[in-house]
């Protein structure tokens, strides 16, 4: 949240992304898939906020809802100050050059007729109106920035590696000298030796040019290492946003608790002495939720309480955020037996986290 007297960059509040589900020889509308269902998160100028979770949760859905890529069913997504959800197209149009986005996949988002240059060029074709000498100086420009050779420009992206395509995606999302940037998984389809090389490329920019980034992966100890905070998604909704050293460090959503007990380990003392914990059940359909806490048919900490009410995100400790009955009982009107209940599991908790 917001920093003393700083002002975040982007505020998402109450972010909803569901798909109609048709059925029939009519198309009725029978249901919907809640892809994000209800999320909120600042990110502050220059921050870089890692969006985590399992395969299908929504995090993905929550960056392209972010940048109008899809249409959001609902909530405000604030970009240095304009909603962004509900800007006219042309006013939208006219932001684009302060969003942009790194794809998940370098070759299924360059289109493999056009060259480097042209990839690269194309947003100041669109946006700009430059002459031909002044682009391609930026064209050149970029390709220094991320480590691209000038004489690649005339290249076709079929003639490069995925590494190297990834930095062609880069370079075009640096084109118009964006703010934000939301990087959808943009080390998931690369091999592990060329992970570190764009990361560091990422980190690398962030700092000569100012930028703010949503980091969006399923690579735990990647976002460890870039992420200043870190939030948690589970079936559409945020479970936990915590700064990324207390998280790691202590989770304490259960989920969350689940999640990191599966990142490997280097030390092997710690490594023997960390217990693996082995979720059972199916995650519920996104079209389905469970009426209470998304979690709670998975959960082993559930109660009653759980599985009756939605749990609301709160701050249950300085900067950290928690949407689970354990820690924020008291906003509800349980009473004594579900509150008693979840001070019990609380201090259960707490004593593990000692010994």
């Known amino acids: ?32 898939v809640k892809a994000v269902d209800g999320v909120s998160f ?15 949760c929504g995090k993905s859905t929550v960056g392209r809802a972010m940048l109008r ?3 959001p069913t609902a909530g405000r997504v604030e970009i ?25 996949d370098p070759q ?42 000038r004489r690649f420009a005339n290249r076709y992206p079929h003639e490069f590696s995925g590494g190297q395509r990834q930095r062609i995606g880069i370079a075009r999302a640096l084109a118009l000298n964006p703010r934000f940037i939301v990087c959808d998984e943009p080390i998931a389809a690369l091999d592990v030796s060329i992970q570190a090389q764009v990361v560091n490329l990422l980190e690398d920019l962030q700092e000569k040019l100012g930028l703010t980034y949503l980091f969006i992966s399923h690579d735990l100890s990647m976002v460890r290492h870039l992420a200043s905070r870190v939030a948690v998604m589970y079936l559409g909704r945020i479970a936990e946003l915590s700064p990324s050293k207390d998280l790691y460090a202590r989770p304490l959503h259960p989920y969350a608790e689940a999640l990191l007990s599966a990142v490997n380990e280097p030390d092997p003392v710690l490594a023997a002495r960390r217990e693996r914990i082995i979720l059972k059940g199916d995650v519920p ?23 009756a009410v939605k749990p609301d995100l709160v701050e249950v400790e300085p900067g950290r955020l928690v949407a ?12 004594p037996t579900g509150a008693t209940e979840a001070q019990e599991h609380r201090q259960q908790t707490n004593q593990q986290g000692v010994s």
């Not at 600042?42 to 979770?53: N, Q, R, S």
Request: aromatic content about 6%; glycine content about 8%.
């Open 108 to 149: 299924a988002s360059l289109n493999p007729r056009m060259t480097v240059a042209s990839i690269i060029g194309e947003p100041l074709d669109e946006h700009t109106g430059w002459p031909a000498a002044k682009k391609t100086e930026r064209i050149y420009e970029l390709m220094d920035a991320v480590g691209l050779n």
């Open 42 to 56: 600042d990110i502050m100028p220059g921050e870089t906020l890692g969006l985590v979770g399992e395969s299908g």
């Open 1 to 32: 949240m917001a920093d003393g007297a700083r002002v975040p960059l982007v505020r998402v509040q109450d972010l909803k992304m569901h798909f109609p589900i048709y059925t029939g020889l009519l198309r009725r509308h029978t249901g919907d």
């Open 80 to 104: 240095d100050g304009d909603d962004v959800a509900n800007l006219s197209a042309e006013k939208l149009r006219r932001k684009r050059p302060t969003m942009q986005m790194v794809f998940q």
């Open 324 to 335: 689970c009955h354990l820690y924020n009982e008291k906003n509800y009107a349980a009473g």
């Open 285 to 307: 359909s996104p079209a389905n939720p469970p009426k209470g806490c998304n979690f709670c048919t998975r959960c082993p900490k559930v109660f009653d309480l759980c599985r």
């Open 69 to 71: 890529l899809y249409e």
